[in-house]
């Protein structure tokens, strides 16, 4: 039997602009329109930022549980919310000295949605977009916060590691302490160095020094930003793992042509086949990941 392999598509994320790329879905309508062609093209789980009308980042719960229910209406892809949020709108504050501050307290929101998974970023990082420096914080009483929070709910972490310090610290505390079941599943973000300070731009060798370290019976998955995707989600098929891909870590498909994420998932899926395995359907990544089957 082919190997089952889950692929993520990320479809808006909480950084880039329409100016950037036309085809990036903003918008509820725009978003599950998307993500039920992505899931007919082989998408198994979609990775959702929400945005305001203004499309600006936020994790405005009323605003992710009407993607949610649009997305429910339209296809049965996995619904992982992010609380990672943006870096602007609702998402980032002006502190005292002068520097941002991505609003935890914000980002706990993204998980009042009835979402099935969510995005869990236990690290403190410095991030850097248009010549503002932001503080994104998760300390280790917020992990421990957002941890009982996503338990308490029945949602699945995606545990969210963008270098081996990410692994080998909070998440494996928490997963030790009893927060996550297995399997733990975690997406290896390579190739946001330049954006995300302490972040580890991709290469063969750094891709397989963080799977190793990662605790037994993970399952993990690869996104990688721009001309990183495609080495880097190729190397995950080849060590076993999961992949992602979308309009949140690659705007363009090929030098001068703007991507879509249906161009980006269907390219993914021709890459899966030809190394002769398969894309699970959301049902098959339900059962892999240990989520409840979608009544």
């Known amino acids: 039997m082919s190997r089952k ?9 909480g950084m880039a602009k329409k100016s950037q790329n036309p085809h990036l879905p903003t918008q509820p309508e725009e978003i599950a329109e998307t ?9 198994s789980i979609a990775a959702i930022h929400a945005r305001r009308p203004d499309d600006e980042a936020t994790c405005d719960p009323a605003i992710y549980k009407k993607i949610n229910d649009l997305v429910k209406a339209r296809c049965d892809i ?15 504050v002006r502190r005292p000295d002068g520097l941002w501050e991505s609003d935890f307290e914000h980002r706990m929101l993204g998980i009042e949605a009835d979402a099935e998974m969510a995005t869990f970023d236990g690290f403190t990082v410095a991030a850097t977009f248009d010549g503002r420096e932001i503080i994104v914080p998760t300390t280790p ?24 310090a ?5 998440m494996t505390r928490l997963i030790k302490a009893g927060f996550d079941k297995p399997p733990y599943y975690v997406n290896i973000v390579l190739g946001a160095e330049r954006g995300f300070q302490g972040g580890m731009p991709y290469s063969t060798e750094v891709l397989s020094t963080m799977v190793n370290l990662l605790p037994p019976q993970s399952i993990f998955c690869v996104s ?11 190397q995950a098929l080849l060590l076993g793992g999961h992949v992602r891909v979308g309009l949140e870590d690659n705007l363009m498909y090929a030098r001068g042509v703007h991507a879509t994420n249906e161009m980006l998932v269907e390219r993914q899926v021709r890459i899966i086949r030809e190394l002769g395995m398969e894309p699970a359907s959301p049902a ?3 059962e892999m990941i240990g989520l409840p089957a979608r009544g």
């Open 5 to 13: 392999v889950m692929v993520t598509v990320a479809p808006t994320g």
């Open 35 to 43: 993500l039920k062609n992505c899931t007919k093209a082989g998408a």
């Open 78 to 92: 996995i619904i992982n919310n992010s609380t990672g949020g943006g870096i602007d709108g609702d998402v980032v």
């Open 141 to 164: 009483s917020q992990c421990n916060r957002l941890a009982t929070a996503l338990q308490e709910k029945g949602i699945k972490p995606e545990w969210e590691v963008f270098s081996p």
């Open 166 to 170: 990410h692994i080998l610290q909070d």
């Open 224 to 234: 990688a930003i721009g001309n990183a995707q495609l080495p880097a989600t190729t």
């Open 284 to 286: 098959e990544a339900r």
